[in-house]
T-cell receptor
Framework: AQSVTQLDSHVSVSEGTPVLLRCNYS??????LFWYVQHPNKGLQLLLK??????LVKGINGFEAEFKKSETSFHLTKPSAHMSDAAEYFC????????????FGAGTQVVVTP | EAQVTQNPRYLITVTGKKLTVTCSQN?????MSWYRQDPGLGLRQIYY???????DKGDVPEGYKVSRKEKRNFPLILESPSPNQTSLYFC??????????????FGPGTRLTVL
């Protein structure tokens, strides 16, 4: 069975400062991990994914995440926040045992202040 | 344009009145899935389908039905809706890659209110 925990429900950052969104996962088998972003009143869009290749994954809009198996974490970072980064972010896990089933985290709301 | 479409986008209905939310994708994806989004709970998977005539339960299947008679369509059926099914619903589709889930493409969402 798999599960995912997003450690912060809300994160507030100033424009130009780093962003860190934390995600811990639990998976019995080799996991696939994803970060999706949802802007207000929009659908979800993939930011980046880890599927057993390089552990440091780069995504769109300057985001990146590092898969750390020993810590069961997949934290999302961006060196410099932009106003357009204000959105809700979801960490998602699936694994080989039941690859069709996906578990979403509860989401992290990001607020960017000028 | 590659896309996932859902209809209707907004629906207000009454308890017990059967309804269907349609989902269609034009990317020839094998995998399709339905989710509901509720505040503070993220997205929860209702049903998914790995291919035509193959469907399976997600985490919250109670009160819902699905069918996958053709590759492009994956309708969600609420045979007797109740107020606790008031939610925002998303359909998504994907190609599996190497036997694994890969990028999902989401529809725009259907906001359902059951009175």
């Amino acid at each position: 069975a798999q599960s995912v925990t997003q450690l912060d429900s809300h994160v507030s950052v100033s424009e130009g400062t780093p962003v860190l969104l934390r995600c811990n996962y639990s998976s019995s088998y080799s996991p696939s991990l994803f970060w999706y972003v949802q802007h207000p009143n929009k659908g979800l869009q993939l930011l980046l994914k880890y599927t057993s290749a390089a552990t440091l994954v780069k995504g769109i809009n300057g985001f990146e995440a590092e898969f750390k198996k020993s810590e069961t974490s997949f934290h999302l970072t961006k060196p410099s926040a932009h106003m357009s980064d204000a959105a809700e972010y979801f960490c998602v896990v699936s694994d080989l045992e039941s690859w069709g089933k996906l578990q979403f985290g509860a989401g992290t709301q990001v607020v960017v202040t000028p | 344009e590659a896309q996932v479409t859902q209809n209707p986008r907004y629906l207000i209905t009454v308890t017990g009145k059967k309804l269907t939310v349609t989902c269609s994708q034009n990317m020839n994806h094998e995998y399709m899935s339905w989710y509901r989004q509720d505040p503070g709970l993220g997205l929860r998977q209702i049903y998914y389908s790995m291919n035509v005539e193959v469907t399976d339960k997600g985490d919250v299947p109670e009160g819902y039905k699905v069918s996958r008679k053709e590759k492009r369509n994956f309708p969600l059926i609420l045979e007797s809706p109740s107020p606790n099914q008031t939610s925002l619903y998303f359909c998504a589709s994907s190609f599996p890659v190497g036997g694994r889930t890969d990028t999902q493409y989401f529809g725009p969402g259907t906001r359902l209110t059951v009175l």
